[in-house]
């Protein structure tokens, strides 16, 4: 706007001019919610006609107060000088035209970006296809065991990570979809628990594989999750299944190097979503079941025949995987990311913080101070967890979709759909 004064006859006029305001930028490179690896990233944006400079801000949140870059350039691009840091990052764009007036911030088009160097967190060794579409891997001493979906269980050494070799391919005629997979990490434990989607956890006995048994359960169908723990040194499986059949299911397992027997349910609970994922904590306490869009449901098993619901959390979105360490359970809820619960007071569950993930999160586990996540089509990531309220993301390695992994403190092992069982060397623990 330009304002002037004219003198005259008569009273003094004031005459406004009314400049136009550039219209807002649209915004190119790199795309909304994309991880990038580059250290010096080139922002782009749409020329406009009658634009002569544009103004670019680049920040650690959306609000724009803390600035990490703050330029202006008669270009329709920016490359970096300085190494941006491993981070979120938040980026805008305005353009000045030839009067000296600056239009709009491209506000309704802030875009984020995460910047990983991956290097420093993971490195691919190898790439190995499986029989199946792999669902989740358990791996124990130098064997990893497969969940491989139609084609059932896999097993691969990998003495070699970067050179896995199959030892054998067990598909039952019976067997539907391998979901997921639990062995007892110590050694005298003979077999490997496989939950399947026509509704059971079978047993295959690993000095002679052609011995299967089934620990039937009472649902039918969709068993989603399988995991372990002892109590009074028995063993104790639990399983949470998904539809119609939507339970949590604790089964007493009796076992010699011959056979498995299952006594019983003890107990067994209706669930109000789907059953999609079940861990137990260190103290085998607690059993945390991801429930669907029921969230996270916590029951308390001290005395496993009495066991009962001890509290739950709804968590915005569908619970598909969780963890528990030190008093937090992690809660991979696909679209939304990892949800971080504070479950020291495992009767008042209390959400911590939310890390939007930009796949959809299907898998964690949390190993030191990370929470590594099998991310969909974004692949394999990493969450600094070292401090829970503060979690935040670190490093990305995108696969074609990643559905289930295994970290150890040298390896993570991924199972993808289209590249199989990857293995990294895990550097976080270097």
Request: proline content about 5%.
């Amino acid at each position: 706007m330009v304002t002037g004064f004219f003198a005259g006859c008569g009273k003094d006029r004031v005459i406004i001019r009314y400049l136009p305001e550039p219209v807002s930028v649209s915004l190119l490179y790199p795309p909304a919610d994309t991880f990038i690896t580059v250290n010096t990233p080139t922002f782009r944006w749409n020329r406009l006609t009658d634009a002569v400079r544009y103004q670019l801000q680049v920040a650690y949140a959306s609000d724009f107060i803390n600035k990490s870059f703050d330029v202006q350039t008669a270009d329709t691009f920016y490359a970096i000088i300085s190494v941006l840091p491993n981070g979120t990052h938040f980026w805008r764009v305005r353009a000045q035209n030839r009067d000296g007036v600056w239009g709009d911030w491209s506000d309704a088009e802030i875009r984020a970006l995460y910047k990983s160097d991956y290097v420093n967190y993971f490195e691919l060794l190898s790439m190995t296809d499986t029989y199946g579409i792999p669902q989740d891997v358990f791996v124990r001493n130098d064997t990893a065991f497969v969940a491989d979906g139609q084609a059932g269980m896999t097993m691969f050494d990998v003495s070699d990570p970067a050179n896995p070799m199959v030892l054998e391919n067990i598909d039952s005629i019976e067997s539907d979809f391998a979901k997921s997979i639990y062995i007892n990490p110590q050694d005298t434990f003979p077999y490997v628990m496989v939950a399947d989607m026509d509704g059971r956890v079978y047993a295959i006995n690993l000095p002679d594989t052609t011995r299967t048994n089934d620990l039937r359960l009472t649902s039918t169908q969709n068993c989603e999750d399988v995991t372990g723990f002892f109590k009074s040194d028995t063993l104790w499986i639990a399983a949470v299944a998904s539809s119609s059949q939507r339970k949590l299911s604790i089964i007493q397992v009796l076992y010699n190097p011959f056979m498995v027997e299952n006594p019983g349910l003890v107990p067994e609970f209706e669930l109000p979503a789907d059953g999609l994922g079940v861990r137990v904590d260190s103290s085998a306490s607690y059993v945390f079941v991801a429930c669907g869009v029921a969230g996270l449901r916590i029951y308390d098993i001290t005395d496993v025949y009495n066991s009962r619901l001890a509290s739950s959390a709804l968590l915005s979105s569908t619970a598909l995987s969780v963890d528990v360490k030190d008093g937090y359970a992690y809660v991979a809820c696909d679209w939304a990311g990892l949800f971080i619960v504070n479950v020291m007071d495992a009767g008042n569950p209390l959400s911590v913080v939310n890390v939007n993930t930009s796949g959809r999160t299907k898998d964690v586990q949390v190993l030191g101070g990370y929470a590594f996540i099998a991310d969909g089509s974004g692949g394999l990531k990493a969450i600094d967890t070292s401090i829970p309220d503060s979690a935040h993301f670190v490093a990305a390695y995108t696969t074609p979709y990643a559905y289930g992994l295994y970290a150890t403190p040298e390896y993570i092992y991924v199972c993808d759909r289209d590249n199989g069982l990857m293995v990294f060397e895990n550097r976080t623990s270097q």
